[in-house]
Structure formats: structure tokens, C-alpha cells
């Protein structure tokens, strides 16, 4: 007998999106547990922050880290505790910041593979030329 109401597709289509979103939890899973900041990343700002750049508190901080009692890797995650000197750094970085991450898409290249994903200059150049 014919399923005029699709039952099977509607289970097929449940069973694949099911599979599908279970993929994407072992994915998700995966990506939580990699590091966010390489070894160099984490010396880097370890020196950058020891030389007080980044302000007393994150001297401190930087401190810290050398005694092993604090990780870069939970402070950029929010699981040690200080949540405060995080937002903190966000807020300075931002500030300090601020003009390069602005100018940064329109200075840079798209990645290989990439299509660029800036707008076309306005107007654009056959729009001017037919004007004149």
C-alpha cells in the first residue's frame, strides 16, 4: 500500500538528522577538548604580561603561571576562578586594539580558497564609465 503521507521518508529523514546531529556532538566534543593557545601563544603572553604590558593585574597573573599555581589555557577558558581579570583583558586588548581589528578585513587577504568577501568598491567602474 502507498504512503501518502510520507511516513517513511519523515522516519528516514529523522534516523539521518539524528546521525547527523550525534556527528556533530562527537565533533563539538572534539573541539572542546583541543587547546586553545599553542605552547608559544602561552609562553608569549606569559612574557608579554611578566613585563607588566598588559597591566599590574595580568603581572600578577603572569606570576603565577611560572609558580604553576594558574594555566593560560583556564584563564582564556573561564574555569579558574577569575572571571574578573579575564573580562578585564578583554576590555584593555579591545581598547588597545581597536583600530588594527577594525582595519584588519580591509587590509587583508581572503584566505586561499576563499572568495573575497568585501563588497565591490560603489560605485562601481562600468557604472562610471558608462555616466561620462
Same mark, same amino acid.
Given at each position: ?24 556532538? +562527537? ?16 609562553? +608569549? ?42 573580562? +578585564? ?42 555616466? +561620462?
Amino acid at each position: 500500500m502507498a504512503d501518502p503521507y510520507g511516513r517513511e521518508a519523515i522516519a528516514t529523514a529523522r534516523a539521518r538528522l539524528h546521525a547527523d546531529l550525534a556527528e556533530a556532538r +562527537e565533533r563539538l566534543t572534539a573541539e572542546r577538548q583541543r587547546p586553545l593557545l599553542t605552547e608559544d601563544e602561552k609562553k +608569549e603572553l606569559t612574557e608579554i604580561a611578566a613585563r607588566g604590558d598588559m597591566g599590574r593585574d595580568m603581572q600578577e597573573f603572569a606570576r603565577q603561571v611560572r609558580d604553576g599555581r594558574s594555566d593560560w589555557e583556564s584563564f582564556v577558558r573561564r574555569t579558574d576562578g577569575n572571571a574578573d581579570l579575564f573580562r +578585564e583583558f578583554v576590555r584593555r586588548s579591545e581598547e588597545r586594539f581597536r583600530d588594527e581589528v577594525e582595519e584588519a578585513p580591509v587590509n587583508s587577504e581572503p584566505a586561499p580558497g576563499a572568495e573575497n568577501p568585501r563588497p565591490s568598491p560603489w560605485p562601481p567602474e562600468s557604472f562610471t564609465r558608462s555616466r +561620462e
